[in-house]
């Protein structure tokens, strides 16, 4: 009888915590909240393929609902977010709308006052998945700042972050900004991007201390301990809600001689290098779609697959995982260069210091434990930005 009754209460809670995450609805979702706010104004959007609503795509949604879209402004991975991490986005016209598409990605990462002539309202609609190296921060940044700058209003759009159950990582320094990574945020900040966004307005981040005529439109029903599986890919190499959850880890190895499955079925789900000590699996990166250059290309990589996880260990352990580039460093013969000459590994963690701790043989806990301090005083500086629980 108590086991009945126990897995009675099992299917009742599996089914509320079902119906619960149907109940999210992304701000796109609610046009009633922003559509009057757009009427009659010509609207600049920051948008890429994962800006919909429903089925459909944010400015076909505008249109319908005769909202004069002028511009379109994509980041990385372009406006269809097809293209390879890095590549060149050129300007172009949408070839649906015949919209102007204006890259923000390469050397034009800020919308200039030629870019925002004649416009009244700009609009931002772009999934994050709560990385700080995660580029769309930083397009966000640097559109806010322009449109201070412009005393031009800005509305975001806000949706649900599959990281933003907790906080982790080493804060970014200030001489090891990029622009992946502009702010003073750990790692994993914990925060959807309309938070985000509030927060880059409340801290005076934007240079000069601007601040942008912001609002935000709110997620319905959402907390951050809410489950999500996001309804389409946020970028080409994170297929799937395990690479989601592993990217905050795994990225760490874009850094390094390591390939993170890039090339691969499994993106941020791989990890390893034909020089790898263990033998026991590997995998053999070929150009695909989002990864024309893989790192390896053609070669067995020996190293780990990961992609067996349990989605529910990856979401309860709420934090980043150091056992993978560790056991990576250890496994790996020529440890002088296992990490790329650029050093990007330092512009990914945010200063020198885990590069360093790892070559000197710093316990995992160690490094954790040297990240506390910072983590305590950013926890409080978002609490201020909090607009869900």
Not at 331 to 356: M, Q, T, V, W
Request: glycine share 6%; with cysteine; aromatic share 12%.
């Amino acid at each position: 009888m108590i086991r009945l009754l126990t897995l009675i209460l099992f299917i009742n809670l599996f089914f509320a915590n079902l119906l619960l995450a149907k109940d999210i609805i992304p701000a796109a979702n609610r046009p009633a909240l922003y559509l009057p706010l757009l009427k009659g104004k010509n609207i600049a959007l920051v948008v890429n393929h994962s800006s919909r609503v429903g089925k459909r795509h944010l400015v076909d949604f505008l249109l319908t609902n005769n909202i004069k879209v002028k511009k379109i402004f994509a980041p990385e991975h372009g406006f269809r977010g097809s293209a390879d991490a890095g590549a060149t986005i050129r300007n172009s016209r949408d070839k649906k709308t015949n919209i102007p598409i204006i890259s923000l990605y390469g050397k034009h990462k800020k919308p200039t006052k030629r870019d925002l002539q004649d416009i009244d309202i700009v609009l931002f609609d772009i999934q994050d998945v709560g990385v700080r190296f995660y580029t769309y921060l930083s397009t966000l940044h640097y559109v806010m700042e322009s449109t201070a700058q412009l005393n031009i209003p800005m509305i975001v759009l806000d949706r649900p972050n599959p990281n933003a159950h907790y906080i982790d990582g080493p804060m970014l320094e200030s001489g090891y900004r990029s622009f992946a990574g502009l702010d003073p945020v750990p790692l994993v900040y914990g925060m959807t991007i309309g938070e985000y966004a509030m927060m880059l307005n409340g801290e005076g981040w934007l240079r000069g201390k601007v601040k942008t005529k912001l609002k935000v439109i709110p997620i319905a029903n959402y907390t951050h301990q809410s489950h999500y599986t996001l309804p389409i890919k946020p970028s080409p190499n994170l297929p799937n809600s395990r690479a989601i959850a592993l990217y905050p880890s795994l990225a760490l190895f874009e850094g390094t001689v390591f390939s993170a499955g890039r090339g691969t079925k499994k993106q941020f789900q791989l990890y390893g290098d034909p020089h790898y000590k263990i033998k026991k699996f590997y995998f053999m990166p070929r150009p695909r779609a989002g990864a024309r250059y893989p790192k390896h290309s053609g070669k067995r990589c020996y190293g780990r697959d990961l992609s067996g996880l349990s989605m529910r260990s990856l979401y309860t352990e709420k934090r980043i995982d150091l056992s993978y580039i560790v056991d990576a460093y250890r496994n790996y013969p020529d440890k002088r260069h296992f990490f790329l000459k650029n050093h990007f590994i330092d512009k990914l963690a945010g200063s020198s210091k885990l590069r360093e701790q790892i070559t000197h043989g710093v316990s995992i806990g160690k490094i954790r434990e040297s990240w506390s301090r910072d983590l305590k005083r950013f926890k409080v500086t978002r609490s201020r930005y909090l607009i869900y629980r």
